[in-house]
Structures are given as C-alpha cells and as structure tokens.
C-alpha cells in the first residue's frame, strides 16, 4: 500500500502558553495525542512525522541569551544549555501524552542531526528518522538549539528542521496546528488559500505574534512555507487551528476537508 506521507506541527503556541515561562497545556496536549491515535487508528496509509514548536520553554529562555543570533564564551555556551534543556523539558511532555495516548513516539533530536551555517540548515542526518517510519514509530522532532559553522549556535525551528527533511522524506502534505483557524486577512477572516501570487494581497494582514517569539511571526512562516512549497513541486501545507476539537483527526484522513488556510506556491 502506498502510504501517505504527512509531516504535523504542534505549534509552540498551541501547545504552551505563550505568556507564561515554561507552562504547558496538558489538557490540550492529551487531546491532540488522542486524536492523532485516533487518526493512525483509522488510516493505515497513514504514516506521520510529527514536531513541535518551543512556545514558553525554549523561546524565553532563547531570547534571553540571543542563542539565534550566535554564541560565543562560556556565559551564551551555557545559555544554549539552558535553552537545550527548556526545549528538552517540553519534548519529554509531548512524548509522554503521546505514548500516554497510544501513538508508538519515537523522539529524535534536531541538535543532533543538523549542521547550520549562519543560521541555516546545511546539513541533516535523516537515517533516524527514516528507520523509525520504517518500523512503525511516529517519528517526534522539534524546534532546538544546533551548531552553527559561523555562529557557533543558533536555533532552529521546526519548520527549518521539516523543510531540511522534506528533501530526504518526501511529505505529501505538511499541517502546522496553531491556535488560529487558519491565516487571518485584515478582517479576520479565514484567508482560504495563499499562494505566491495572491500573498501581496495580504502582507500587511500577516505581522505580529503574542508572547515571546525568536524565530519570527506568522508572516515569515508563510514566507518560508511558501518557499518549501515552491522547492517541493507545490507542497500543500494547511495552517488549522489545533483548539477546535475533531480537526487535527480530520486532516490527517484521506478525504480531507477543506479547513483552515491552504498554502501553495501554485497559483
Ligand atoms: C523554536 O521552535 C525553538 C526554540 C526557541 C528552542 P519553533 O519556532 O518551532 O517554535 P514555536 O512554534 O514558534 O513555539
């Protein structure tokens, strides 16, 4: 059977409150997992690369220390430790709700898979990650500190370490689940699809961001999604909303509603 390959994001924001330092939301997080188990239950073509953003764990303590912009001697060597460790903290939570729910989590660590060079993705070691899809696992990354040739250390977020990885593990689809239903144009509304023609439409709609964010708000996401779109034949990537229940199970079936806001580079 050919499977079907989907790469999910927990965003930070949806997972942790973002205004609070290291809080996470663990009601949501057992339904998120419940609703995964649900989704591996009922498809089993089904095969999912899942990661997570940093929310109020690794963000504060990264923005504290400015581990983005580069580390250098001992006081920002161990501020990336400390950024280390809050990001650690967090991905131990998720795989606890995850096996706690049923799904077969494998956690794997994007510090110790990537190579950066000034702040970008060079390199990722994939074999990890491959042989956990090849034996059944949900494969678990995350946004995390890594090493930097030029930087000494930097940050990398999730979607840095998926677009690094869809170049070795083809995704059908990519789905970051925040806490909005989708991209919001000027009114509030669900922005239904975005592409790289219609995105000048909306630039000034997409700034901004709560709490503490180091790697950028939702318009350098959507610049960034668009790009992978575009270096990967048109990749559908849909931006839901991971608060409203049944959502994350019906994305991630084969007959896939149209919810939230579908990016392409495609016109
Ligand atoms: C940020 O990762 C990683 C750290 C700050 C350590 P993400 O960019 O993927 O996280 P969110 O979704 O914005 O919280």
Sequence with gaps: MRKRTIFLKLGGSLITDKTET????????????AEIRVAIDENSDLQLVLGHGSGSFGHVAAARHGTRHGVHGRQQWLGFSEVSSAAARLNQLVVEAMHGAGVPIMSVRPSAIVQCEDGTITHIAPHAIKNALAAGLVPLVMGDV?????????????????????????PDTL??????????????????????????????????????????????KVNSMLALSQALDSLPIRIIS??????????????TPLIGTLLTANT
Excluded at 22 to 33: K, S
Excluded at 147 to 163: L, Y
Excluded at 198 to 206: G, H, I, M, S, V
Excluded at 243 to 252: H, I, K, S, Y
């Design 242 to 255: 991971g608060l409203n229940e049944g959502v994350l199970t019906a994305v991630l079936a084969t007959d």
């Design 175 to 220: 789905i970051l689940a925040g806490e909005t239903d989708g991209v919001y144009d000027s009114d509030g509304r669900v922005i239904p699809t975005l592409t790289l023609a219609n995105l000048p439409r909306y630039r000034t709609a997409l700034g901004g961001s709560r709490g503490t964010d180091v790697t950028g708000g939702m318009l350098s």
């Design 22 to 33: 290291e809080t996470a939301r663990p009601r949501i997080l057992g339904r998120l997992a």
């Design 146 to 170: 890594a090493f930097d040739q030029m930087r000494g250390g930097t940050i990398v977020s999730t979607e840095e370490v998926m677009t690094a990885l869809a170049h070795h593990i083809r």
